[in-house]
Each structure stands twice: as C-alpha cells, then as structure tokens.
C-alpha cells in the first residue's frame, strides 16, 4: 500500500505504551493518593491525565511529525 514500514513500527511501539498505563498505575494511585489525600477511586483521572493523555498526544505529534518529514525521521 505503499506505506512506510520504519514509520509504521515506531507508531504502533509508541501507541502500545498508551494502552499499559491505566491499569499498572498502582504506584502512580498511591502515591496521588499519599499527596492529595484522596479516594483511590478519584485517582484514575489524575492516573488517566499524567499517564494515558500524555502518551496519546505523543502519538498524535509523532505521527504528525512522521508524516511531514517521512523517510528523515
């Protein structure tokens, strides 16, 4: 299909870490926890924001940047 092989592989590295994060952030709820004095419950947005929202715009700029500047990456 005419797509980059190298490019294709360091987007769906990139991605499979956004998909980790949420559900091994136990350290991460502990220690929000310890600092803000809140539920565990109420973690997993701080847990959601520090972790999966931030992978998820590295992904989103690393394509972008891929796509501009193609085999030079």
Do not use: Q
């Amino acid at each position: 299909m005419g797509a980059n092989l190298e490019m294709v592989g360091r987007i769906v590295m990139a991605s499979g870490h956004v998909t980790g994060t949420l559900w091994n952030g136990g350290f991460i709820n502990t220690v929000i926890t310890g600092i803000a004095k809140d539920t565990y419950k109420n973690c997993f947005k701080y847990s959601f924001l520090i972790c999966t929202f931030s992978n998820i715009v590295a992904v989103i700029v690393g394509i972008i940047i891929m796509t501009i500047m193609g085999p030079y990456v």
